[in-house]
């Protein structure tokens, strides 16, 4: 890594990301790590400038306060705390630093220079590609969506036809979205593309399946699972590229702050996975990836597409997956997109989607009554997916979305729009 870099320790606090979100922001990298990181694996990283200790409401783990190694004071690294109150920094706060005081310490005290930018980033990470993957072959799953895009832009500009794409139909795509796909990469950017159709297969293993945290884990193991069959079809695949990113790990948990939930890049995995990973955008939040889409020349409308869950529409069919249910969240989710794209929201909105729960209510349809299920619309506003604001809708827009869902989606009788911020929600249901 070229760039200076200032180093975050997790003690416990919830507002590492916004720290993380500030230095970067003053053209300097900066990485969270865990509280215990020892003298070696700091001394591993590349250009470390400063350190900040970053204690907060979650000091015990497992009974034990959370401490960082004394020996680390040594090292003679500047440092600062944040509501650490043990800490042996000779610059202690108990709130966020003002601007002007990380300014003061990443500049003047760590000496680190503004080095940060998308260019420096992407000629780091593509001879780390190189490096890692030498003369081999890399199997990308290309969703479309703007993570597996990027990753992909990056990897063909980094190893050419070394990488294999493969789209993977798992039945949990928005309406017209596969064929979408292959149209751009394969028809318009002339990607070595692999297409499978592993809808039913998909299907069946979520088939009864309600609890989410089970459902991510059954999606990203059978991705696995069919890469792994299409890499026998292949020589010389040896690793794998994904497209987590930062808050994917974040949110994943640490050890001193529990898992809002597992990413499929992340857990689940098959702990006989056979490929190494290769993950060139993991420490980048969402706005930086689309930034990082830009500077590799992919087109606008990609890298500024709808943001879309692994699992898919997975996480948007609440609860065990049902055919009726799933074909209502497609159909609903499609008409969302095109009222919002009329409305001139695709624009202004950063994600917006809808949502079947797996309940019904009572309505009333050609006179009799009627029982059955009710889209849920959201739409929010975020610069990095850590926190989110409600958009507010033209309410002439949501009665024409309404009344279209009303009448063109089958077997719904009710739609809702989401009001809730994030936190406390999380962005999707599951």
């Not at 003298?39 to 497992?62: A, P, S, W």
């Not at 920094?89 to 990443?106: A, G, H, T, V, Y």
Request: aromatic content about 8%; proline content about 4%; hydrophobic content about 40%.
């Amino acid at each position: 890594m070229k760039q200076d870099l200032i180093v975050i320790l997790d003690l416990g606090s919830t507002q590492n990301t916004v720290i993380a979100r500030e230095i970067r922001d003053l053209g300097v990298y900066s990485e969270i790590h865990p509280h215990d990181i020892t003298v070696e694996e700091l001394k591993g990283f590349d250009n470390v400038k400063g350190i900040v200790l970053n204690g907060g409401e979650n000091r015990m783990v497992d009974g034990q306060a959370v401490e960082v190694r004394q020996e680390l004071y040594e090292l003679g690294y500047p440092m600062i705390s944040i509501d650490y109150p043990q800490s042996k920094c000779e610059k202690q706060f108990d709130r966020l630093p003002s601007r002007d005081e990380w300014k003061k310490f990443i500049f003047e005290d760590c000496k680190a220079e503004a080095n940060w930018n998308m260019k420096n980033f992407i000629e780091d990470q593509l001879e780390l590609i190189r490096q890692q993957v030498g003369d081999k072959k890399v199997l990308l799953a290309l969703s479309g969506g703007v993570d597996s895009s990027v990753v992909a832009a990056m990897l063909i500009k980094a190893i050419g036809q070394q990488l294999v794409c493969v789209h993977v139909n798992h039945g949990l795509m928005r309406k017209n979205e596969s064929e979408s796909v292959v149209k751009v990469f394969r028809d318009e950017l002339h990607a070595n593309l692999i297409y499978v159709d592993a809808s039913e297969r998909f299907l069946g293993k979520l088939e009864n399946v309600a609890d989410p945290e089970q459902k991510r884990k059954i999606i990203g193991s059978e991705f696995i699972r069919v890469f792994e069959e299409e890499a026998r079809k292949l020589e010389g695949i040896d690793f794998l590229g994904q497209g987590t990113i930062y808050p994917d790990i974040i949110e994943s948990g640490t050890k001193t702050a529990k898992m809002v939930k597992s990413h499929h890049n992340v857990g689940g995995l098959p702990e006989d996975l056979k490929f190494e990973l290769v993950e060139p955008l993991k420490q980048l939040f969402k706005d930086e990836v689309r930034a990082c889409g830009v500077e590799l020349g992919l087109p606008h409308d990609m890298v500024y597409r709808q943001p879309f869950p692994g699992p898919g529409l997975g996480v948007r069919c609440l609860g065990a997956i049902t055919r009726e249910r799933l074909e209502a969240v497609r159909e609903s989710d499609a008409i969302l997109r095109e009222e919002f794209a009329k409305a001139g929201l695709d624009k202004k909105v950063w994600q917006y989607f809808t949502v079947v729960p797996d309940f019904k209510s009572v309505g009333m349809k050609n006179h009799a009554r009627v029982f059955e299920y009710m889209v849920i619309i959201r739409a929010i506003n975020t610069i990095d997916a850590m926190t989110a604001s409600i958009e507010k809708v033209d309410w002439e827009v949501l009665e024409r979305i309404t009344n279209r869902i009303l009448a063109e989606v089958e077997h719904v009788n009710r739609v809702c729009y989401d009001m809730s911020p994030k936190p406390p929600a999380t962005i999707e249901f599951e």
